[in-house]
């Protein structure tokens, strides 16, 4: 069903599901969602669409149901699924129309993929929520640096977003390149933001972190 033929029967009771796809998603929402696909957010194809699947591990629950609960309507599910095998948690949310737009805008080809249309639309809301899922403070004496993981990234995508974060924000950003990772021997892509530039990224994402998720800043 299109989503005119939720509107022609809006006056009809089919339940919250059909009531929730009625809602359309704020500008937060997509906001939310969009840093959340930088990060570990993913869209799952189904009949009716594209549901947005979020996971993390039991050691961030809290920041899982967090997340959850800004993201808002499109999740009926009130507690994520637990998965003790693997220590993980897990949400689904319903197929929602306007997964469909969002899902054009990120992923060619069954991958993600930074375009200049995406960056255009990133705002520092979805920046915090791509850091809180893919973002770490390394607090060394020598070397209090902000580094985002963006292993899965092309080099010609990650010089996109060095350039994005120098025109947007005039945040110097630099690549770095590291063995940890889950793969033994290859070679994973990072974003470094060095002890200069760290409180102007700082300034851009606190206001909307996680509390639980404050750990990842310099403390203030």
């Not at 009531?19 to 869209?43: F, H, K, N, V």
């Not at 669409?49 to 309507?73: A, M, N, P, V």
């Not at 080099?155 to 120098?166: A, K, P, Y």
């Not at 409180?199 to 851009?204: G, I, K, Q, Y």
Request: aromatic letters at 10%; glycine letters at 8%.
């Amino acid at each position: 069903m299109t989503s005119h033929g939720y509107k022609r029967n809006a006056g009809r009771n089919f339940g919250p599901m059909l009531e929730a796809r009625l809602i359309p998603l704020s500008s937060d929402q997509r906001q939310i969602i969009l840093g959340t696909l930088m990060g570990d957010g993913c869209l799952i194809r189904t009949s009716a669409g594209y549901r947005l699947g979020l996971s993390q591990g039991f050691d961030q629950l809290d920041y899982l149901q967090w997340k959850r609960d800004r993201i808002g309507h499109i999740f009926l599910q009130d507690h994520p699924h637990l998965y003790e095998p693997t220590r993980t948690a897990s949400f689904q949310s319903m197929s929602h129309p306007d997964l469909v737009d969002i899902h054009e805008l990120v992923y060619r080809d069954g991958k993600k993929v930074v375009s200049p249309e995406l960056l255009a639309e990133l705002s520092p809301l979805s920046l915090a929520f791509w850091f809180m899922d893919d973002g770490s403070f390394l607090a060394h004496p020598n070397a209090r640096q902000i580094i985002l993981c963006t292993d899965n990234f092309s080099n010609e995508e990650n010089h996109q977003l060095i350039d994005w974060f120098g025109v947007r924000y005039g945040i110097v950003v630099k690549e770095q390149y590291s063995k940890s990772g889950w793969n033994i021997g290859k070679t994973y892509t990072r974003l470094r933001i060095n002890r200069s530039q760290v409180p102007t990224f700082d300034n851009l994402v606190r206001p909307f972190m996680c509390p639980s998720m404050l750990y990842k800043l310099p403390v203030k």
